[in-house]
């Protein structure tokens, strides 16, 4: 049998051995990992430097005995001041333990993370934007609404000073590809400004076709400018290509630069995604501007993910979101009134101006028209033009055909304007965690359904609570999760949460082969799509930003969304037996750092 | 991009490929709309070819195509798997068995060579029995073992071929290339 195997290897290759991989199939674009050496690195040099403390300070306990009777005093005193602190309830008990446990240098580590002390600089320059900028949106009022939405409205004005709109329009994308798709033919239309705010940026097929579309806008003069997380972007992103969109003329900033040193304001990061063009349109949802995102990169599977473009009024609050992050980074104050309403740069009436990619025939001209119809690529400075079908075809363009109508069908049609939007961002500029309780408003505000898609399930209490309240009092209550995880860590603690739910009533779902990128919630009063996560780190310590609707229109989208995922999925319970011991004891430890996941 | 113009350039795909098998994915990926670019021996190994792709980046049901080749692609590896898995459970049980009979077969000899009384002789028999009773009962665990795990992946595998047959019927409705479906089975 050696003999016949050596035979045959060397018919098939006279000097190549055969593969040792059993994978028929690999596509190159295939990883499990990032490469995270820069994050890596800076978190060994923060752990360094922590350890250095500990050290010094056990050599004084060791030189001064009186002074471990101080720490001890010091330890006890910080444990009631965690108590007595405005932190979320699960976190606590966490810090007191780990005060406790690193006794007698537990109250320093706590000390150098309190935010209200290492995070108080940036806190001001923070209250100081949002001074100058208080006031600047003009929205509908809160009169007139329905109840709901006023909740959410009046908790928005009193909270964030965003407001709600109307006289704006929607639409809805179930994926990432078809979302960057339109945005990439409503960048190339843009006149006076592109705004760009992703957590994540990474070079790539889609990076490519972006940024060629926005160095172009940029040469043609118009305003460019982007900001990128440098922790959700490191690594994925080069000097040269920074460079090269630099020249270009783009304006890329990094927010919360990565350096070596333990401060706790590396922990609080730009989560959002925005990009606003000209002030009539903007887009948000949970996609990053990263080849995963559109499928072009596998990494966990297929990736699934959403997004909203928004024209109209509401779009003024995504610009707001933007400059004043952009006022941050820069630290440069500067007149935000020529990018707003406001401001007295009065933009063209916005429901009549662009019209999205997939709704544009309506504005065809007839002579354009070859064989019956039409595909209009949206218009805006001449940048991009209407393509017949004979052209399209000769330049390889393919109709978005059935895609596209299907989409179409979930845009805000014209009897169903009239939605009020809510844009939104939160994050460490408000005192309050507004994802967390935006996403309660709506859940305590619904009786018949509630439904979640989520990367990550890891909410505290208040979520949890209402969520197995909603469920008992007969609400539909259903959360999507990833078949396939990202963290394996924070995937055990997102099962176990949500598993927990199943008991209350709660369907929890995972999309099989998928791993679900998507944050949204549909209840039958609204609909919100946004950044924000239902993990603790969303809640608390995270810079997001999503869009709360009651638009018919965007719910209908979400629900066809919901309704085309749920047959994709496995459901929870079903096949899935107890967890064994050790998954069970593992899941237990992890649960207790799962405020800082 | 040109003065009135955004058009996408194509999307593309590499694989790389046992050569056996080559003919039949470059057909399941056609199915799914995509078309052989270049198509290339490794470098490394003999039996690995490399297959470039390309389609158009804006085509109909885009989105479920894409789920559906992820789908096509994991069943695809799980099925070159699950022939090697079905045995490595009955491969590790029948190796510790074994090895627990061979330990007491060597414990008995060791026993019947020193030994200097009846009993111990005796006994010593006794443990090298044993041990051979591991060895029969390690070889017959492993084969009901084998039997069965190749029974179960044998069902999984029947279930994963059906899907990918339905995979690539329904990618290749979508993308007007029926014609491309498998047409033997992988």
Known sequence: ?597 | MGQNELQFEDDKLSVAVKSEGADEIVRAYNAFGWHTVKRYSDEEYSDIVHIDFSRLHRIEGKDRLQLLQVRFEVAVSFLSHAGPYSLVRAVIIGALLALVGVALAVYGGFVVALSTTTVFFASGFAVISAGVIFIVLAIVTANKISATDKQRYGAVSAVLRENIRAILREAAAITGEEKCALKKEL
């Open chain 1, 1 to 597: 049998m050696r003999v016949e195997k050596r035979t045959l290897k060397r018919q098939s290759g006279a000097h190549l051995p055969r593969s040792p991989y059993r994978d028929f199939v690999r596509v190159k674009t295939e990883r499990k990992g990032i490469g995270k050496l820069k994050v890596i690195f800076i978190l060994l040099m923060a752990l360094l430097q922590l350890c250095l403390l500990a050290f010094f300070h056990y050599a004084l306990t060791e030189v001064f005995r009186g002074y471990l009777i101080f720490s001890v005093v010091l330890d006890i005193i910080t444990c009631f001041y965690i108590l007595g602190s405005s932190k979320n309830g699960r976190s606590k008990p966490v810090w007191i333990m780990l005060v406790l446990v690193l006794f007698p240098v537990g109250f320093l580590v706590y000390l150098l993370s309190d935010e209200r002390i290492f995070f108080r600089p940036s806190r001001k320059r923070y209250a100081a934007i949002l001074q100058s900028s208080a006031g600047m949106l003009t929205g509908c009022g809160t009169g007139g609404l329905g109840k709901s939405t006023m909740h959410a409205a009046n908790y928005m004005v009193n909270t964030t000073g965003f407001v709600p709109y109307k006289n704006t329009r929607a639409k809805y994308y179930p994926s990432g590809a078809s979302a960057f798709d339109d945005m990439l033919i409503d960048c190339a239309g843009a006149r006076k400004f592109i705004f760009i705010e992703y957590f994540i940026i990474a070079e790539g097929a889609l990076y490519s076709r972006l940024f060629s579309v926005l160095e172009e806008r940029a040469a043609a003069g118009v305003d460019v400018r982007v900001i990128y997380d440098d922790m959700g972007s490191s690594g994925r992103i080069s000097r040269k290509a920074l460079k090269k969109a630099r020249s270009a003329g783009i304006r890329m900033y990094a927010f919360n630069k990565l350096v070596p040193l333990y401060k706790i304001g590396m922990n609080y990061r730009d989560h959002r995604k925005i990009t606003v063009v000209d002030g009539e349109l903007a887009y948000t949802g949970g996609i990053n501007i990263s080849d995963e995102y559109v499928n072009e990169k596998r990494l966990y599977g297929y990736w699934k993910d959403n997004a909203v473009r928004v024209e109209g009024d509401a779009v003024q609050s995504f610009t707001l979101m933007f400059l004043r992050q952009w006022e941050f980074v820069t630290r440069k104050p500067f007149d935000y009134a020529p990018f707003l309403y406001a401001g007295g740069a009065k933009f063209p009436a916005p429901l009549s101006g662009r019209g999205s990619p997939a709704e544009a025939d309506c504005a065809l001209p007839a002579e354009v028209t070859v064989g019956g119809e039409a595909d209009v690529q949206p218009r805006g400075a001449g940048a991009v033009t209407i393509v017949s079908e004979a052209e399209r075809l000769a330049a390889g363009i393919v109709p978005p055909q059935a895609e596209e109508k299907k989409e179409a069908d979930v845009q805000s049609a014209g009897e169903e304007h009239g939605g009020v939007f809510i844009p939104y961002a939160a994050g460490l500029e408000f005192p309050d965690p507004v994802v967390r309780d935006v996403y309660a408003g709506a859940i305590s505000q619904a009786n018949e359904r509630v439904w979640i898609m989520t990367p990550y399930f890891v909410p505290d209490e208040t979520i949890t609570n209402l969520l197995a309240s909603k469920a008992r009092s007969g609400a539909d209550v259903r959360i999507v999760l990833p078949g396939v995880p990202d963290k394996a860590f924070v995937y055990l603690v997102s099962l176990d949460n949500a598993d927990k739910l199943t008991k209350s009533g709660v369907k929890v779902y995972t999309m099989a082969d998928s791993f679900v990128h998507t944050k949204s919630v549909l209840t039958e009063n609204c609909a919100i799509i946004g950044s924000a996560n239902f993990d603790l780190r969303s809640f608390f310590q995270q810079y997001e930003n999503a869009l709360y609707t009651d638009d018919k229109a965007v719910m209908r989208g979400l629900e066809r969304d919901f309704e085309d995922t749920f047959p994709e999925c496995v459901q929870r319970g079903f096949i899935d037996g107890k967890p064994g011991p050790l998954r069970a004891l593992l899941t237990a430890i992890l649960q207790i750092f799962a405020p800082m996941m």
